[in-house]
Each structure stands twice: as C-alpha cells, then as structure tokens.
C-alpha cells in the first residue's frame, strides 16, 4: 500500500517554475498545490509516473501566468513514499 508524504516550500515569483521543474526531477512527487500569502489554493497538479514531457507543458505555462500574478506563496509536495524492506534473516 501506498503512503505519501507532504512538504512545503516558500517561493517568490520569479522562483516558482524553476522550483517547480527542481521538484519535479526529483522524483517521487505525486501531487504539487501552489498557494498564496493567505494559503488559498491555486492550482492543484495532480503527477503520475507517466505525466512528464508534452502533457507537463500546459501546466507549466498556467504556473509560468501565476507566478507572474502571486508574488509570494507556498508550494505543497505529496510524494510516495515506500515502505523499507524489512530485512532477511541471515544465516
């Protein structure tokens, strides 16, 4: 079964995208809401394993427009995270 976990990361405007792609490479990231000051969400980007590329681009373009509009905010990180293996019995 799966777990996740949340992280948050503050930003300024002009840091969103390239926060945003940094996140991305990553790994691991399951879902990514952007925020304002106020904590209001303003976009919710919901990341699968095949999400990367072409189908990326337009989401980027409207965080490249609320970057431009939102001068401060916080970026929110769900990522899988898997259980450890436990341990095989040694000899």
């Not at 996740?4 to 926060?19: A, D, I, P, Y």
């Not at 980027?60 to 436990?86: F, H, S, Y």
């Amino acid at each position: 079964m799966s777990e996740f976990k949340s992280e948050e990361f503050q930003f300024s405007g002009e840091t969103l995208l390239g926060k945003i792609r940094e996140i991305i490479h990553a790994g691991n990231v399951r879902r990514v809401i952007i925020k304002n000051e106020e904590g209001r969400v303003l976009i919710d980007m919901p990341l699968t394993l095949g999400v990367v590329g072409t189908l990326l681009a337009p989401q980027l373009a409207a965080l490249g427009a609320i970057a431009a509009l939102v001068l401060k905010g916080t970026i929110v990180i769900e990522k899988d995270v898997t259980p450890d293996k436990e341990p095989t019995p040694g000899p």
